[in-house]
């Protein structure tokens, strides 16, 4: 099979791992990709976002399957394109990817088929946020209705605050901001892989979305993650299938928008069930890095069975019993304004140590050497036989690396992994490490 990957970040790279040690893969493209890939196939100088130039390579070249890994190409309708030439796309249509484009249009359908979530107002002004604010109480949850890269989300206690948030998108003319219920209790992220009517969920995981120790600090993409859940409910997987997935999908073929790809359920576990947070229609970065390397069963195989709308034929997943956890290292002044440009060592020396690699995200070759080239520099990732060994792995392989000025948390999976986190029916318990500012 010869595949075409779009994508540059740590999520791609873990793709690349996963899709390379697939025996089905006989070559793998990746465009533009990173340092990671290139050492697992070829980049390309291909902009992943024009779906003419996509469409025509892949068409010219005889892909088998193009997998879209970020949000920005699906939503420019790459995935359209690609289909239209009969070469099978794992990703939805750019009408599917409304999904994450639109805050607004998730909540629409997940109102028609009755998915608990945060209930939520869509206001465009001032008077509007403020009402909505006064309706719900604090925390505030406050978000921009587009794609912000998990940016355009402020929690806070401080009304000005909130206020100064929604400012900023209000400013621009006919911008609308979501004002929601705070959701309490520790958040999920689960993977459904969907072919448009039949829905396989992944493997639970977490992820830690502050920038700082403790939940501290702004929003990121993400800054570490870990997989399985050991404290997770055991019939969470199939209440979300059955709850959520299942009745979204079927929600979308029922207005001609069939999904096809990851439909990611952002959920928080709150003292009153689970809801979701909020979909993505691709697999979360760091989520991925963790997930994907405990799938036993070939993934290039599942995504065209996706693809080509025969799930149904890929039975159970197979996973290992052990557990992965993964570290962000990112750069100086993450998220705000990064520093680029850094060298970076010890990558290698990390990936000695046994049950630890380490994956690229904003990293480039240079000179021999690798030098940061984006926010989120790399991930390192620990696999072992539960929690606590890939913890300590993952943090042996962190130790080695180095790059003047990054910053990474120190806490990921640390509750977790010392029992500390509770889903109760007492409100958010310990567990609960999202917390308002
Ligand atoms: P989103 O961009 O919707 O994923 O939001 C980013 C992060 O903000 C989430 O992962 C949560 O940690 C937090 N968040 C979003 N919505 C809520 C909510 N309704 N209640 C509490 N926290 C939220
Ligand atoms: N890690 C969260 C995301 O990929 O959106």
Redesign the pocket.
Known sequence: MKVLLLGSGGREHALARSLTSDPKVASLWTAPGNSGTAALGTNLGLDPCDPGAVATWASDNQIDLVIVGPEAPLVAGVADAVAARGIPVFGPTKAAARLEES?SFAKEIMEAVAVP??K?RVVTTREGVSAAMDEFGA?Y?I?FDGL?A??????TSDRDAALAHAGVALSSDGAAIVV?????GP?VSLFCLCDGTNVVPLAPAQ?F??AYDDDEGP?TGGMGAYSPLPWAPPGLTTEVLETVAVPVVREMARRGTPFVGVLYC?L?LTSKGV?V??F?VRFGDPEAQVVLPRLRTPLAGVLLAAAEGRLDEVGELEWSDGAALTVVVAAEGYPTLAMTGGEVTGVEEAEDLEGVHVIHAGLRAADGGLVAAGGRVLCVVGEGTDLGEARDRAYQGVARISLRGSHHRRDIGSLAAGGGIRVGSDGAGPGDK?R?E
């Open positions: 805050k979530t945060a939520c925390p949850v978000k912000a998990g940016k355009g989300v402020a929690v929601e219920e705070f959701l309490d958040e992820d979305k502050r929003n952002g928080a809801k947070i909020e993505n999202r308002a």
